[in-house]
């Protein structure tokens, strides 16, 4: 399957189990919401510039906001962890590492460790900023942090049941120029 093709149908996946799985969880403890649907910005290639990378994002929020009927409040996060993800990747991994070796970010192509702090960082980014639009206050600080984080813990489950389950097969290209 060619890669446009590849990334297209997730994208449509990602929308369709967000939308018509995870959004009809009712909230755990009030506010706890699962969010899996940012994976797929992670899983986008490696060679992608980062201005597209930030455009296909937008797009992918706001497709999710239009389901949800939430004007731009997924679209900006998702630019935002689209934004900072090539910076991440970047300190995450060496240099003549795994990008110019991989199509993209996965737990073969960067290690446990790397990805899972990949993962990890972007998730509490999406989350904070997310639950701070959502809110557009700081009035409570510990119900702000503890949506942040109970929204993240249930996200980062899922996110790793995800990777375990749909284990994403990753060529090793031998010839890179």
């Avoid at 060619?2 to 018509?20: A, D, E, H």
């Avoid at 009809?24 to 649907?37: A, D, G, I, M, S």
């Avoid at 991994?93 to 990890?120: D, F, H, R």
């Avoid at 980062?156 to 994403?168: A, G, K, N, S």
Wanted: aromatic share 18%; charged share 10%.
């Amino acid at each position: 399957m060619s890669p446009l093709l590849k990334n297209i149908t997730r994208f449509v996946l990602f929308i369709l189990v967000q939308v018509f799985v995870l959004h009809q969880v009712r909230p755990l403890h009030q506010f706890v919401v699962p969010y899996l649907y940012f994976l797929y910005i992670l899983w986008l290639p490696f060679n992608m510039k980062r201005g597209m990378l930030m455009a296909v994002s937008f797009l992918f929020g706001l497709t999710l906001d239009y389901f949800l009927k939430t004007p731009g409040l997924h679209a900006a996060p998702c630019v935002l962890i689209a934004y900072i993800r090539p910076f991440l990747v970047n300190q995450l991994i060496s240099q003549e590492g795994a990008e110019q070796n991989y199509a993209s970010p996965s737990v073969k192509s960067m290690g446990w460790a790397p990805y899972t702090t990949l993962v990890v960082i972007t998730t509490l980014l999406h989350h904070c900023y997310l639950v701070f639009l959502e809110w557009m206050q700081f009035d409570n600080f510990w119900f702000f942090a503890g949506k942040v984080l109970g929204t993240s813990a249930v996200s980062l489950l899922l996110i790793f049941i995800t990777e375990l389950l749909f284990f994403r097969k990753e060529k090793f290209r031998t010839n890179t120029a």
